[in-house]
């Protein structure tokens, strides 16, 4: 819910770098000066250009079955990150036309709710459209084609020109409109805190770009009360950014149970354009239809260029019914469920469906059991986050 916590070419082009200093409105053009973090130099590192997804496939690359939840009896508050490789940056599957359509709509029904560049994040912003540029035709050449002026997209028919100025909308938005992902930037300002000052947040779920935007990184989590952020994880999290390198990629991944189907925001918690988003205004104990596991995979990096660390956050989202059926789900699931705390099941808001779901999925589990399931055998068939 929270932030918390690339060959089939033959031409590259970059941008210019004064391009990314260069801050466009609609109708205008300006310049600001952005110092790197720290007063540091950009660093020299460029991302390497990835091999293709192997066998990868619009129709038929199923999203990764990502079941981030581990056995009670403690559930442990940390951040969670393992390093990825620079290739493995960006995950997309047979799901990216619901994706795509459901994200193209929301820039045109809810805009700057939803996306959104402050001046002083528009040279980092420009930035990461490059680097996704120069990462989607390589790792995905089936599905882009990189342009003497952008990016194809081969599917959908678009073509990005990221050289005109002004650019014809933010370029958070064609970021957007390129992943499956939901994108913010966090940058660095002479006080030493980073600040949320660029986003695409249109499939978050639970949280609004427009509640966060211009926060500090731990205003963002008191403000949405994450449990244990003071006493866990603000000192990590801080010395974190610090020392992000920008030949360092991670990833974490958490989860939420859901009760509707509805991607982009969960109607269950109110309105997303009123006043008091809460689980208070959810409906108590409904059948086990009504419950969906959303899960997101984040990863975070450093630009090279301006500084700025990139969340990308990728959301899967399924019924809880069709998840159980797969073999050790439903037994681990129910065990973590039970392992959250006082503050971690407000949070997560489980007085509102906790009934129902664990003893779904305690039945579930059972029949599994009945059917010569063996448990001694769980870590040798599926292992965290799987």
Not at 229 to 252: A, P, S
Request: proline residues 7%.
């Amino acid at each position: 819910m929270m932030l918390v916590i690339t060959a089939g070419i033959l031409y590259y082009f970059r941008l210019p770098s004064t391009l990314l200093q260069r801050i466009t409105g609609n109708a205008k053009t300006k310049r600001v000066n952005v110092p790197y973090p720290t007063g540091k130099a950009p660093e020299t590192f460029k991302t390497p250009v990835p091999t293709p997804h192997p066998d990868w496939s619009i129709e038929t690359t199923k999203p990764l079955p990502y079941r981030a939840f581990r056995y009670g009896p403690k559930y442990n508050v940390t951040m969670g990150l393992r390093s990825i490789r620079p290739e493995e940056w960006i995950e997309l599957d047979n799901q990216y036309p619901k994706y795509h359509a459901e994200k193209k709509a929301r820039i045109a029904d809810r805009g700057r709710k939803c996306v959104d560049t402050h001046p002083d994040a528009y040279p980092a912003a420009m930035e990461l459209l490059q680097e996704l540029v120069d990462y989607l035709p390589g790792r995905y050449p089936t599905l882009f084609k990189r342009t003497a002026v952008g990016i194809d997209n081969i599917w959908s028919g678009e073509s990005f020109n990221i050289v005109e100025t002004p650019l014809a909308e933010d370029p958070m938005a064609i970021c957007a409109r390129l992943v499956q992902d939901d994108l913010a930037l966090m940058i660095e300002r002479p006080d030493g805190q980073y600040y949320l000052l660029a986003g695409a947040v249109l499939l978050a779920g639970f949280w609004r770009l427009s509640d966060k935007y211009g926060m500090t990184l731990s205003d963002i989590h008191y403000s949405g009360d994450v449990p244990h952020y003071k006493e866990k994880l603000e000192t990590g999290m801080l010395k974190f950014f610090k020392r992000l390198r920008c030949d360092t990629f991670f990833t974490r991944n958490n989860y939420f149970i859901q009760v509707d189907d509805a991607l982009a925001w969960s109607w269950s918690i109110g309105d997303e354009d009123g006043d008091t988003v809460s689980w208070s205004t959810a409906q108590r104990d409904k059948p086990i239809d009504n419950h969906w596991f959303r899960s997101e995979r984040q990863s975070l990096r450093r630009l090279p260029k301006t500084g700025a660390v990139c969340f990308t956050i990728r959301t899967y989202f399924m019924p809880v019914t069709e998840m159980a059926q797969e073999d050790y789900v439903p037994g681990r699931l129910a065990s973590a469920v039970r392992s959250w705390d006082g503050p971690v099941s407000v949070y997560k808001g489980k007085e509102k469906y906790g009934t129902v779901l664990l003893d779904y999925l305690d039945k579930e589990h059972e029949k599994q059991v009945e059917n010569g399931l063996k448990l001694e055998e769980e870590d040798e068939v599926r292992k965290y986050p799987w």
